[in-house]
């Protein structure tokens, strides 16, 4: 099972920019994702990658404003959001399991969660 810690999340106005960090250690698996729950709404899909493969999946909000990589030598998944909007405020999470057969986006086919960072973006 891995141990998943996520890091960078922060304060910033709209248009600006953050890097989201996930270390994740103890396994490598074959999907790692970023997701985020904003105040009262369910837990969405942002970004998944297949660390194998490198191929990515984003969802319709972060398509051509946020980049998911993956450093299959450090095991570690970014996500550097740019042009940040109050919309993206939510806490934003890190999962990772094996790559799933329906919605790779969907948020109940990943076991491994880690803790969350928060992002805020003000207007």
């Known amino acids: 099972q891995a141990r998943l810690v996520e890091s960078g999340g922060g304060s910033v106005q709209a248009g600006g920019s953050l890097r989201l960090s996930c270390v994740a250690s103890g396994y490598t698996y074959s999907c790692m994702g970023w997701f985020r729950q904003a105040p009262g709404k369910e837990r969405e899909g942002v970004a998944v990658i297949s660390t194998a493969g490198g191929d990515v999946y984003y969802a319709s909000a972060a398509k051509g404003r946020f980049t998911i990589a993956h450093d299959n030598a450090k095991n570690t998944l970014y996500l550097q959001m740019n042009s940040l909007k109050p919309e993206d405020t939510a806490m934003y999470y890190c999962?990772?399991?094996?790559?799933?057969?329906?919605?790779?986006?969907?948020?109940?086919?990943?076991?491994?969660w880690g803790q969350g960072t928060q992002v805020t973006v003000s207007s």
């Open positions: 999962a990772a399991d094996s790559c799933p057969v329906g919605h790779i986006l969907g948020t109940n086919d990943y076991r491994n």
